[in-house]
């Protein structure tokens, strides 16, 4: 049951015994208004409660029993009969939600009986014809007896109230244009008696299991924790240091706790979004009223959790957004009916997880943005030249929309356009750690995208060194490390003055973090053997060259201090392990030092890069746990074997950790940094094996085999990890096998440098859309001594083919947008350097007919794509036929 | 100054660059003596850095500098005067801390206008000891809160 009706159940099982009681009351005191005005408050707290959560039923029964009750505020007699009959149906609201509490659905049923019952009563309870020309204080004055006392509300006023809020029936709205949002239909007759009669009566109430905490405390707690969690890093780093063996147990156990506590407060401070949400639909029907326009309101996904904080920040952006679309975007009736589309706008808001993010879509079905005419206008606010504005692609247009002060509006309304608004909309949501970006189609649409972190309170951070000083990036801005080097794979390139990082098929603009952090951007701080964070911003990625990177760690995000808020660069403070203070970098901050030089060159050296946010994919994943932080996830295809050793059989030898496996030492590699070996008992190991070698990683615990569509978030690529997926509900780090490979292997992979003296390695290029799959098999087979050009499509590969490199074998994966395996295959038989080597479908397909039409269009070998040993040995036959023919 | 001839007022006393300072002591948290600055790149010349003193982020201004004097030698030993200002944490770095020391609050006199120009800012008074000056010093305007008010 998601918590929002749990709530719902707490709080209106609270109110029916308040309003049960309050109407005893008023049965005998029947010119209390006092009573009443109560009574009348909480069944309309009810009433819209009903409404917000969609549950028809109770809707209607309390819509109907208020309707009576409106007619003893008019002065109707309440008439024993009437009374008993409101009393039933405040019974049938309580069945039908102790019904809801059990099975967390609205039962269905027939409440017809006792709706037309109240009804009947209703029309006879006809009030006493009021005096004809009594202002509402005299009438007021006429049913009290007196006048009113400051506070209290007159009849009238009640009545207002009354009447705004949307009932089962049309009743006559002040805006009839806005009700097409909430008229459930009242419940069916039905031959089936009423099923909500019979309910349990002995289920515990929710009202009993859960308590309110204030927020107070709730905020006191995580405080609490986050002070715990830096102690528990201090210690930690200490035991690291020292290598006292005696901490280890019971600091492992500290790190679980503490782990499970952080969780369990972090659970506690989550709410839905919804409830940001509960204002939209009449905020919406106000914004109908005034712009004339008719607006459909649709919300999704609103019980995707968000911590509160993070909640607080981001409820006065999402409410402009909407107020945005209902003003710029969507068109009035005429227009829209000229242009085919329903009368009716739809403005639709869906919220949904991914990676450590919760993403809200604002959409309209609107008139969308214009290009040609933001270009002008950036062009006349001196935000672009015209010669840039007409090479940028309409996407690149699109977000000068964000820029201060820009509003495309023609005319300024009350409701926005006075170019105040998108920016201040960005400048919040990137506050929180969020990003915006959006999507606009003419005559179709425009769709806003917000990325918003999950929490801000603790986040995981990669701690990097910049002269003298360490710095923490977030992790989820960072999407992964490169080693660029003169002659490697990814090189520093100078255009102009600005130097630009090719990394695969992206230029990305460089950032000196050290000449940045001296204030001297010429100055030059780094050479072409440079090591590089590849991190996100809001609108790009971009590198950032450091001189070193340490580790990754959970940290206490703590305030830029007043004084030091004006530098964009930084984004808050932490204290690290050994108590020294590090200021975390902002990465759009970062960004804006991006040289407009850079930026230029890379648009006019790249075609639009359009990565893809997350990949969906279908494979089983073992998930386990390695000291503290997010679960983690290896792709189980990967796997040869799960062990279980005696933690007393693991030796140390030459400094690290060895076991006897199978008549020969196998290396260890601990999963994580922070996770501390067991003293006895047994220790978890998946063990991978690779051309005759094993090597053992250490875990704390194996949790599950999961088998789903697991999406892989771009943000949080860092050493030993290829990303962020959410498995089962939890953000969980996706393991990059190759590079905890590489770590036991090092010594067999200087040996196979040695030997590609005489031997020349076997150039692979590696065609896979999917990035999940080109970086889990790219080291794998750099690990069996292959040269892997990966590469992220076919297009690409053709372009690379044409350019003149030379492969001796393509490995290619079937399915892909737009130029696919088989074409891509066919393409390359048409080009005389490709025509007669080695072409390997890689892919999941398994139906024969696939593979036939694989082999019709020019692949040489079909490997199913899991089956990495199979691949690997599939290459070797291949380059060793190479060879001998050679 | 308002306050009854027979007010007696407290100082942590301080010493700036030979000068001496008097710091009123219900706004001293804790004297201490500063470990492991970190510097923050970009940040305003007298901002020395921030500091984690118990699990809280301070951010220590040089008062050498905010005075306009010479910054002092880096490997010269440092007192901080730990002072709160709207529940932020501050350290005002000083040379070496002296006695606190009480006085009749009618015995401070008011700024003398041969004061350093540069300085009168940061200060509320003067009090006149036996053989020297003790100026004291406006915690506030130290911090620079003000300058913060009129940038934003």
């Known amino acids: 049951m998601d918590d929002l009706l749990r709530d719902f159940l ?5 109110n029916l015994d308040l309003v049960e009681s309050d109407f005893v009351r008023f049965e005998t ?9 109560n009574i009348f408050r909480l069944v309309h ?44 149906a405040i019974d049938r609201i309580k069945e039908i939600m102790a019904d809801i509490e059990r099975t967390g ?48 509300i007159s009849l009238d006023e009640l009545e207002r109230i009354f009447q705004e809020a949307s009932g089962p029936e049309p009743v006559a709205l002040a805006a009839p244009a806005a009700n097409q949002n909430a008229t459930p239909e009242p419940a069916k007759p039905a031959a089936a008696a009423a099923a909500g009669e019979e309910t349990g009566k002995d289920q515990p109430s929710v009202a009993n299991q859960s308590i309110r905490v204030g927020v107070d405390t709730l905020d006191r707690l995580m405080t609490m924790v986050s002070e715990l969690v830096l102690t528990r890093n201090q210690l930690t780093d200490t035991v690291r240091k020292t290598g006292d063996e005696t901490f280890q147990l019971p600091l492992q156990r500290l790190t679980h706790v503490t782990a499970e506590l952080q969780e369990g407060v972090m659970k506690a401070r989550m709410q839905p979004i919804g409830a940001a949400w509960r204002a939209f639909p009449r905020l919406v029907r106000d914004l109908s009223a005034d712009l004339g326009k008719k607006i459909e309101l649709v919300m999704e996904g609103g019980d995707a959790e968000l911590d509160r904080q993070v909640l607080d920040l981001i409820k006065d952006p999402l409410t402009h957004m909407v107020r945005n679309c209902a003003d710029h975007g969507l068109e009035g009736s005429a227009e829209r009916v000229a242009a085919r589309k329903p009368e009716t706008g ?73 170019g105040v608004g998108l920016d201040v909309v960005r400048a919040n949501v990137e506050l929180i750690g969020g990003s915006i970006d959006l999507k606009s189609a003419p005559g179709a649409g425009t769709t806003f995208i917000i990325r918003i972190p999950l929490t801000l309170a603790i986040i995981s951070a990669l701690t ?23 002659r490697g794979e990814h090189r520093i390139e100078k255009v102009g003055d600005a130097r630009l990082l090719r990394l695969r098929d992206q230029l990305l603009p460089l950032v000196g973090l050290k000449s940045l952090l001296s204030g001297d951007s010429v100055e030059d701080d780094f050479d072409d053997n440079a090591l590089v964070v590849v991190a996100q911003s809001s609108d790009e990625a971009f590198g950032i060259v450091v001189d070193e990177v340490l580790h990754t760690e959970e940290i206490v995000v703590k305030p830029m201090a007043s004084r030091l808020k004006h530098i964009p660069l930084f984004a808050g403070t932490t204290i690290l392990g050994d108590g020294s203070v590090v200021l975390i970098l902002d990465p759009n901050g970062l960004a804006q030092s991006v040289s407009e030089t850079a930026r230029d060159a890379r648009v006019a050296t790249t075609e639009e890069h359009t990565g893809k946010v997350g990949e969906n994919s279908v494979v089983p994943m073992l998930v386990f746990r390695a000291g503290s932080g997010a679960p983690k996830a290896a792709p189980l295809a990967l796997l040869t074997r799960l ?18 496996y199978r008549g020969s030492l196998m290396p260890l590699i601990r999963a994580s940094d922070d996770l501390m070996l067991s003293q006895s008992g047994e220790q978890p190991l998946l063990v991978f094996s690779d051309d005759g070698r094993w090597v053992g990683l250490i875990v704390d615990e194996i949790l599950d085999i999961v088998e789903e569509r697991i999406e892989i978030g771009l943000g949080s690529s860092s050493i030993g990890t290829q990303g962020t997926a959410v498995i089962a509900g939890k953000a969980t780090e996706i393991l990059d096998v190759g590079y905890y490979l590489t770590l036991a292997f090092d010594d067999w992979l200087s040996r196979k440098d040695r030997m590609q003296e005489t031997t020349p390695q076997t150039r692979i290029l590696l065609v896979d859309d999917s990035s999940f799959f080109r970086n889990m098999l790219a080291p794998a087979l750099s690990a069996a001594g292959y040269r892997v050009t990966p590469v992220d499509g076919g297009a690409a590969a053709l372009a690379l083919v044409q350019e003149g490199k030379t492969f001796d074998i393509v490995v290619s994966d079937i399915e892909m947008p737009e130029m696919d395996g088989f074409g891509l295959a066919a393409a390359l038989r048409g080009e005389p350097a490709t025509a007669q080597i080695p072409i390997v479908a890689l892919s999941s397909l398994t139906a024969p007919e696939v593979i036939q039409r694989a082999y019709q269009s020019g692949f040489s070998d079909y490997v199913a794509k899991f089956d990495r040993p199979g691949l690997v040995a599939t290459l070797n036959a291949l380059s060793s036929d190479q060879r001998r023919a050679a | 100054m308002s306050h009854a001839a027979d007010a007696r007022r407290g100082f942590v006393t301080v010493e700036i660059a030979g000068q001496l300072f008097g710091i009123a002591i219900e706004r001293v948290r804790e004297v201490f003596a500063p470990e492991r600055i970190t510097r923050v790149p ?59 020391i009480e006085m009749d609050a009618s015995a401070i006199e008011p700024t003398p206008a041969t004061l350093d120009k540069s300085w009168q800012a940061f200060i509320q008074g003067v009090y006149r000891m036996e053989d020297r000056l003790m100026l004291i010093l406006d915690v506030d305007r130290a911090i620079g809160a003000d300058e913060l008010a009129e940038a934003a």
């Open chain 1, 105 to 152: 659905l609205e039962p269905s049923g027939d409440d017809e009986v006792l709706i037309s019952e109240l009804d009947r009563q209703a029309a006879a309870a006809v009030p006493p014809p009021p005096p004809a020309e009594l202002t509402p204080e005299q009438k007021t004055e006429a049913t009290l007896g007196r006048p009113l006392k400051p506070g209290e």
């Open chain 1, 464 to 486: 990097v060194v910049a002269g003298a000083a360490a710095y923490a990036i977030p992790q989820l801005a960072v999407l992964e490390l490169v080693h660029a080097g003169a």
């Open chain 1, 10 to 14: 707490t709080e209106t099982a609270e």
């Open chain 2, 42 to 100: 970009l940040s305003g010349e007298e901002i020395a850095g921030v500091l984690n003193l118990r699990g809280r982020i301070v951010t220590a201004i040089d008062m050498r500098v905010r005075l306009g004097r010479p910054r002092s030698d880096p490997t010269a030993s440092r007192m901080a005067i730990g002072v709160e200002k709207s529940q932020e944490d501050f350290a005002l770095l000083v040379d070496r801390p002296g006695d606190v």
């Open chain 1, 346 to 418: 739809t403005i639709r808001l869906s919220a949904f997880h991914q990676g450590g993010y919760v993403i809200v879509e604002i959409c309209d079905d609107g008139r969308g943005l214009n290009p040609d005419k933001i270009r002008k206008k950036a062009v006349a606010n001196g935000l672009a030249t015209q010669a840039e504005a007409e090479r940028m692609t309409d996407q690149q247009v699109y977000r000068f929309i964000f820029a201060p002060g820009f509003s495309t509006a023609d005319k300024i309304t009350n409701v926005s356009g006075r």
């Open chain 1, 643 to 660: 062990e279980m050793i005696e933690s007393s059989k693991i030796e140390i030898a030459d400094g690290r950790h060895v076991v006897q």
């Open chain 1, 29 to 37: 005191e029947p010119r209390n208004d006092k009573i009443l005005g």
């Open chain 1, 45 to 88: 707290t009810v009433k819209g409660a009903c409404g917000f959560l969609g549950l028809a039923r109770l809707e209607a029964v309390a819509h109907a029993a208020e309707t009576l009750m409106g007619r003893f505020r008019s002065g109707a007699i309440a008439t024993p009969e009437a009374v008993t009959l409101i009393l039933s």
